[in-house]
């Protein structure tokens, strides 16, 4: 029998954020973060759809420091009540829910931007996942994927990755991201960010 993917997840919960990545705890690593995703974005108070978003760390950071607001989802309960326990120290202060990043409940053609940290490659079938986060998007709105391919042998590679956006939008542009900062140390896996904006 197969265990239950919520359920690995909620038990995951607990330590989510001591990988200096996740919980943003080291101010080096927040600022790089910070660093990398605002400038990305160019004004303040968008609408941001944050799939997959765990404990709800970049939701808060583009809350807190952009101004902008943001819709998390993750089918984590337990991921979720620590994003809002979070959020509730944030202005403005994000909505998390509770539900299947890969079909969010969100209003199409709503968000100015979709932001996704390390979850399209899980999706049980990511471009369907991908499919239902563009049609998220208003007509200009900005697609931001950060994933890797872990040298467990997880993962996406960045061509694969890259290939899936560009079968369904124009511009597709790919950034590695193997500064240390990003991590909290050296990585040896592949780790990139793609945005695309059309």
């Keep these: 029998m197969t265990e239950d993917p919520r359920a690995l997840w909620d038990a995951e919960a607990e330590a989510f954020d001591e990988a200096a990545d996740h919980g943003l705890h080291d101010p080096e ?8 995703l605002l400038p990305l974005i160019d004004s303040r108070g968008r609408r941001i759809a944050d799939l997959g978003c765990g404990t709800g760390t970049l939701s808060t950071l583009l809350a807190s420091e952009g101004g902008h607001f943001v819709s998390g989802v993750d089918f984590s309960t337990e991921m979720i009540a620590r994003a809002r326990e979070k959020g509730r120290r944030t202005i403005p202060r994000p909505v998390f829910t509770v539900a299947d990043a890969a079909r969010p409940p969100l209003p199409a053609g709503s968000f100015d931007v979709v932001l996704s940290r390390h979850v399209l490659w899980a999706m049980p079938d990511p471009a369907a996942a991908l499919d239902s986060w563009i049609e998220l998007l208003t007509p200009t709105g900005l697609l931001i994927l950060i ?24 511009d597709v542009q790919l950034r590695v991201l193997d500064d240390p900062s990003y991590w909290g140390g050296p990585t040896v896996d ?6 695309s904006h059309n």
């Design 147 to 170: 994933e890797g391919r872990w040298h467990t042998g997880a993962g996406m590679t960045a061509d694969e990755c890259a290939q899936l956006v560009s079968d369904r939008r124009r």
């Design 190 to 195: 592949e780790r990139y960010l793609i945005i």
């Design 29 to 36: 690593v927040r600022q790089a973060w910070a660093e990398l």
